[in-house]
């Protein structure tokens, strides 16, 4: 299938419509279909964005493994700011109200939900200033729950959690704050230069797109994001249900209120501490 075909014009301009139609993205938003999944848009966020006020510095918040690694990739490119102490243990969120924000931040990263350790917001950050362009990383939970993407100034995903294939990442981002962008060369990762030109600067990945097409068509069918989140919670509580009921045999080390209900790390525990050899036989069991 060549990607300078009318058939794959058709497939991509498709896809875009579909998630359009999925999360009611405005047309003041632009969505690309990029290279090198969610890892590549740890270094195009801060590339793209980190310079568009003169503080010259983004506010992240790490919670888990994929937003400090998001987090130590930007600092390649300027100033970051660690909006919460580093923790010891990924199993909770400091409240709010704890949070050191840079005054007139470039932007505010966040990841919702994290693979590894398991903690997923389920709300957007409220104290994050209105006039702060808020990023985030959905790959792991991207169409699992609703949200308003007006909230935000980018999101992005990679494809391979929970629509298609490994390699592809989906990025919708505001188109003002593409305009606003001072970044130059790169364009692999330049917003501007791929917008321009309609996610096909270079070859773009064929066969991950339509099969993001054909999930988002799908999605569609099931009902759409409200039908996905009610299947996302039906399916997490039913998990839960058992760990909550073992007496703590099973037992889940993160706050109730930041349970993700896509990645849910579980330990076995006897006598007080984690039997991992019965873990080993659970995993093998399990296979």
């Not at 568009?52 to 790490?62: F, H, R």
């Not at 990263?109 to 994290?114: A, W």
């Not at 990645?263 to 093998?284: H, Y």
Request: charged share 20%; proline share 4%; with cysteine.
């Amino acid at each position: 299938l060549s990607h300078r075909s009318t058939t794959f014009a058709k497939i991509i301009q498709e896809a875009e419509q579909n998630i359009r139609d999925i999360l009611s993205i405005p047309d003041s938003y632009a969505v690309l279909f990029l290279h090198g999944g969610a890892t590549n848009q740890f270094s195009a966020i801060p590339f793209n964005f980190l310079k568009l006020k003169p503080s010259q510095t983004a506010d992240y918040l790490v919670t888990g493994y994929w937003s400090k690694k998001a987090a130590e990739d930007a600092e390649y490119f300027g100033k970051i700011n660690m909006v919460i102490p580093e923790q010891d243990k990924y199993t909770d969120v400091p409240a709010e109200n704890t949070w050191k924000l840079t005054h007139n931040a470039s932007y505010f990263y966040y990841c919702s939900n994290e693979t590894i350790h398991g903690i997923e917001f389920d709300h957007i950050p409220a104290i994050v200033p209105q006039d702060t362009p808020i990023i985030c990383d959905m790959s792991s939970n991207f169409l699992t729950r609703s949200f308003d993407v007006t909230k935000f100034g980018a999101i992005f995903a990679s494809a391979q959690k929970n629509f298609g294939e490994s390699g592809l990442a989906l990025v919708i981002v505001r188109k003002d704050l593409i305009e606003k962008s001072t970044a130059k060369l790169m364009p692999i990762i330049n917003y501007k230069i791929q917008l321009a030109n309609g996610s096909m600067y270079s070859t773009p990945l064929t066969r991950p797109i339509y099969v993001a097409n054909e999930i988002f068509k799908w999605t569609k069918r099931q009902g759409g994001l409200k039908a996905m989140d009610q299947l996302s919670e039906n399916k997490s509580a039913l998990v839960y249900e058992v760990i909550d009921q073992s007496n703590g045999f099973y037992v889940n080390m993160v706050n109730k209120k930041y349970r993700s209900r896509v990645n849910i790390p579980l330990r076995i525990i006897t006598n007080g501490s984690a039997n991992e050899k019965l873990e080993s036989l659970f995993l093998s069991e399990a296979l």
